[in-house]
């Protein structure tokens, strides 16, 4: 599995942006699509993932500003990043759980500048 993400920039604090992921080579379904970040100095932590059923997980410091929908016939996943703040700066990571193996995108630089 291939996953190609884009939408990533820099954006001014209480910016929107909005994050894409298409994933390609899945000829089953793709159990858990989402996505992680890497901000300085941190180790990668999730953000948000939604599972083939709709079932989501949304990380606190983002609940109720970050919004994941996904589409299973395409196999896309995006993230709406709504009041973008500082600390949200990092390379976001599109991720995709398909038979029993984890598989990440490049990752995209978003960068929120206050």
């Known amino acids: 599995v291939q996953l190609q993400a884009s939408g990533g920039g820099l954006v001014q604090s209480e910016g929107n942006l909005r994050l894409s992921c298409a994933a390609s080579g899945a000829f089953f379904d793709i159990a858990i699509m989402g996505w992680y970040r890497q901000r300085t100095g941190t180790e990668r932590e999730l953000v948000a993932r939604?599972?083939?059923?709709?079932?989501?997980t949304i990380a606190d410091p983002v609940q109720g500003r970050f919004t994941i929908s996904r589409d299973n016939a395409k196999n896309t996943v995006h993230l709406q990043m709504n009041n973008l703040k500082p600390e949200d700066t990092g390379v976001y990571y599109c991720?995709?759980?398909?038979?029993?193996?984890?598989?990440w995108g490049q990752g995209t630089l978003v960068t929120v500048s206050s």
């Open positions: 939604m599972t083939f059923g709709g079932n989501t």
């Open positions: 991720y995709a759980r398909y038979y029993r193996s984890d598989y």
